[in-house]
């Protein structure tokens, strides 16, 4: 008999890969897909009903054997990795893994730090010689690249930008070098925190996590496709702004919990509305050292002011999970005299 795993599609293994890894390490991982992408494996996320834990053990055996696979591959070619490959797995297993990869993927270095999310690559990479830095920008996605580029001090852009543009080839080994010691340094990044079902939950937690672009092209995507489903999804989530909808004991419950420094840079792009409530529910001395910061604070770039708004929706999140504070979403959790 044909275990299920072997019959699920690409995208249904990729859909029970990220509900495995958890929502934090998926929201990463969507940064990183085209919106096509993005959409379809949304969608099937939140199709997805409780997974069988078999069919989760082999997806993730199988990403494991082909992980590995692209790494030996990587590190010595073909041959090399055809060789490892059978010594551990044996003779057909070996054959099938590899005809998998080389029918998905294209051998190109630096796959794991492609992977990383382009804030932790910054302090990675920052301070590397200038011709380490354009190495390994030309071996990223142009859209990577131009985030970490753009992340380095002024001063070194312009230096890596001219070394990158007159860069004609690097010598093979200089080049794995240079990925082993990156995604040594890596490795402490990776972690999977194991889960057992998809649903709407999933994809709630995930959007949560994930930036405001990411979250509202999925929205909006959702929409188009399914509607009913994006509104469900919608009930389900809390946005920064949602604020309003928190009582006032609530609010100062969670003031008490935020880094002011956060608080100060999410208001840089926050409605009047928001903002009023925020200065409503603190002391006066507070009120006036948090208007301090906003203005010394000086112009910030929109990224920056989303990130510190998705770290408050996640105290606020981890406050109503833990009941301290309720989150009115209507229908079932509609809150009631």
């Known amino acids: 008999m044909v275990p299920v795993a072997e019959q699920l599609s690409g995208l249904e293994k990729a859909s029970l890969f990220l509900i495995t890894v958890g929502p934090e390490t998926s929201a990463q991982i969507m940064r990183h897909l085209s919106q096509d992408e993005i959409e379809r494996v949304t969608l099937q996320i939140a199709n997805t ?6 069919t989760q053990a082999k997806v ?8 590995e696979a692209q790494s030996y591959l990587l590190q010595g070619g073909i041959k090399y990795a055809r060789e490892i490959l059978e010594k551990t797995l044996g003779a057909q297993r070996a054959a099938e893994v590899m005809k998998k990869l080389l029918a998905t993927t294209k051998v190109r270095p630096f796959s794991t730090v492609r992977k990383t999310d382009p804030a932790q690559l910054v302090n990675f990479i920052q301070n590397e010689h200038p011709q380490t830095i354009a190495l390994v920008l030309a071996y990223l996605d142009s859209e990577q690249a131009s985030v970490v580029l753009g992340s380095l001090p002024s001063k070194l852009q312009a230096d890596v930008a001219r070394r990158i543009a007159l860069m004609e080839r690097a010598a093979p080994e200089t080049v794995r070098e240079l990925e082993r010691v ?12 194991f889960a057992a079902a998809g649903g709407v939950k999933t994809v709630v937690d995930i959007l949560n996590r994930a930036d405001r672009s990411t979250e509202r092209l999925i929205l909006a995507s ?13 009930k389900r989530m809390f946005i920064f702004e949602d604020i309003l909808t928190l009582d006032d004991i609530s609010i100062r419950r969670v003031l008490r919990e935020i880094d002011f420094q956060d608080l100060a840079l999410a208001l840089k792009a926050a409605s009047d509305e928001v903002a009023n409530r925020i200065f409503r529910n603190l002391s006066r001395r507070a009120g006036e050292m948090l208007r301090e910061d906003i203005e010394y604070m000086g112009p910030a770039r929109l990224r ?23 989150i009115a979403r209507g229908g079932e959790d509609a809150i009631v005299g």
């Open 49 to 54: 009903a409780t997974v069988d834990p078999a």
């Open 60 to 67: 993730i055996d199988e990403f494991l054997e082909l992980s």
């Open 182 to 193: 990156l995604e040594q340094r890596l490795s402490t990044l990776v972690d999977q925190d």
């Open 222 to 234: 959702l929409e188009e496709e399914d509607p009913e489903l994006a509104e469900e999804i919608r």
């Open 304 to 326: 920056d002011v989303e990130e510190a708004q998705q770290r408050v929706v996640q105290v606020i999140r981890r406050l109503d999970e833990a009941g301290e504070i309720i």
